[in-house]
């Protein structure tokens, strides 16, 4: 049960809010996005920067019904360059594909930033560190896609925030959160065309890396990008036939009247039990009055 749990845990994606769902366009557009690195990250007198380790967490958001969508995707593990004291730079260079029909405004990427430490223990231990609202949809009809490069400037605090009452509007952040000063992360995003042929095989709003293995698409060959999403082959197809197929369920349909009827006549008896119970109660009171 332990591999389907952590197969399920791995698979689990949050659907869009139903209304927002309602106002998807026909197509499907295809995107790329490239972080590149984090410039003016404040390295603090007691960490170590080569003990230091980053990583970037994107999920979808929709800022109008506040509710975080799809699934997290999560880069690898990065060092900081720098000295105690002083800014450092984190250099990244992931790239990350998707494709969805929620090609609105409100639709955003939240990228957040965080820090890495192993315990005592071994095991891992993570810090959120700041986090961004990252623009991907101009919401104009001729070009919904907000392409190009730009810096994106981090906030304070935890991605959480943007779940409370008062930062319902997304314009009402620079009022409420505090900046982080000076850190900022460079990204591009792109249409990437690319995915058309394999979009059958990668469903909607889910962020997936070039090193990711996706079934259906050709592994990458290329050691040193290890992108197979870049431009990405299908694998080649075959027919088959299955016969006799039989699925049996745990428990059956059998099983599951049957010990529904146990456990209803069970809460049944131990109702008339404590009945039981109340009226000698009342009875006794009323022969003995105090």
Request: with cysteine; hydrophobic share 35%; charged share 15%.
């Amino acid at each position: 049960m332990s591999d389907w749990k952590n197969t399920f845990e791995r698979n689990r994606v949050i659907p869009p809010h139903s209304q927002t769902a309602r106002q998807a366009s026909g197509s499907s557009p295809g995107l790329q996005l490239v972080f590149k690195q984090i410039d003016g990250l404040h390295i603090k007198q007691s960490e170590s920067p080569p003990s230091l380790q980053y990583q970037l967490r994107v999920t979808l958001f929709d800022s109008g019904h506040q509710l975080f969508f799809g699934r997290t995707w999560k880069s690898g593990s990065h060092s900081v360059s720098g000295t105690q004291g002083q800014s450092g730079r984190v250099l990244f260079n992931e790239v990350v594909y998707f494709h969805t029909s929620l090609c609105l405004s409100s639709v955003v990427a939240v990228v957040e930033l965080v820090s890495l430490s192993t315990r005592a223990d071994g095991s891992q231990d993570a810090v959120g560190s700041g986090f961004g609202l990252l623009q991907l949809f101009t919401g104009h009809a001729d070009s919904s896609i907000s392409q190009g490069e730009g810096r994106l400037s981090l906030f304070n605090g935890t991605p959480r925030a943007l779940l409370h009452p008062t930062l319902k509007d997304p314009l009402q952040l620079n009022a409420m959160l505090s900046v982080m000063e000076g850190s900022q992360l460079l990204y591009s995003i792109q249409p990437h065309p690319a995915l058309i042929p394999i979009m059958h095989l990668l469903p909607p709003n889910i962020l997936v890396s070039g090193h990711d293995s996706i079934p259906g698409v050709v592994s990458s060959t290329d050691t040193g990008t290890a992108d197979a999403l870049r431009k990405p082959r299908l694998l080649k197809s075959f027919s088959c036939v299955l016969e006799g197929l039989r699925v049996a369920l745990f428990p059956s349909m059998e099983v599951f009247e049957s010990d529904l009827l146990q456990l209803l006549n069970r809460d049944c008896q131990n109702t008339l039990i404590e009945r039981s119970i109340e009226l000698f109660s009342d009875t006794f009171r009323c022969q003995n009055p105090a």
